[in-house]
């Protein structure tokens, strides 16, 4: 009798210590789970984590200054974003949106935003070296003093672009659309624009025309 008291107080115990480690473990595993769930809902958790962050919602984001070398935004929404300054050298943002996005100084050199929108944008001083935008709807895009030398453009929309004083050195513009965009002060040196669309195009005698002559260019 005295044996069976024993035995099953043993098997109690040892059914108390397993409830309470299943207890522990699924603890564990709850609280697991919000980290990998942040990652994966959260996208700034996955830009963050992964430097990529495809066809995430990412409007009104702060990214001023932001090392974002290299990231993987294809199909992104940064509407609005405020990217001033922000590092985006090599990143790939094909068919991302931007339109009215803050990119004033940033550095977007040799950036892929192929069939990218980006009106109304402000790209005032940016880096937008040998990137690039084919397709690309940069209509009312300011780009001021914006450094585009060597940029694919072919078949891009700038229509009522502002390029003034912007370098345009090498520039590929073929089938471009620039009807109305502002070329006062812009080099245009070597830059390709057959069968560009220049109706009411603006320049003054500081553009540089892709025959490296300076004046009001005769298309």
């Known amino acids: 009798m005295v044996m069976e008291e024993k035995t099953t107080a ?4 040892n059914r108390t210590a397993q409830l309470l480690v299943a207890l522990f473990v699924s603890l564990l595993l709850l609280l697991g789970v919000p980290s990998r769930a942040t990652e994966r809902d959260d996208p ?3 830009l963050h984590a992964t ?3 495809v066809g995430c919602y990412l409007a009104n984001v702060y990214f001023v200054g932001a090392n974002l070398l290299g990231a993987n935004l294809d199909k992104a929404d940064l509407t609005k974003a405020d990217l001033r300054k922000a590092i985006l ?5 094909r068919e991302a949106k931007l339109d009215g996005a803050n990119l004033q100084g940033a550095n977007l050199g040799g950036v892929d935003l192929r069939n990218a929108r980006l009106r109304g944008a402000d790209m005032n001083g940016a880096t937008v070296s040998r990137a690039n935008l084919m397709m690309a709807d940069l209509s009312g895009v300011n780009l001021k003093g914006a450094k585009l030398d060597f940029v694919n453009l072919e078949g891009a929309n700038l229509a009522g672009a502002d ?3 912007a370098d345009l050195y090498e520039a590929k513009l073929t089938f471009a659309e620039l ?4 070329l006062r002060g812009t080099d245009l040196s070597a830059a ?5 669309n220049l109706n009411g195009v603006k320049t003054d005698v500081r553009t540089t025309c892709p025959d490296f002559k300076t ?4 298309w």
């Open 89 to 93: 050298i090599g990143a790939t943002l």
């Open 215 to 218: 004046g009001s260019c005769e």
């Open 10 to 13: 043993h098997r109690s115990r």
């Open 192 to 196: 390709d624009l057959t069968a560009a």
């Open 179 to 182: 009807q109305d965009a502002d």
């Open 44 to 46: 700034l958790a996955r």
């Open 51 to 53: 430097n990529a962050c």
């Open 163 to 165: 390029l003034a004083g």
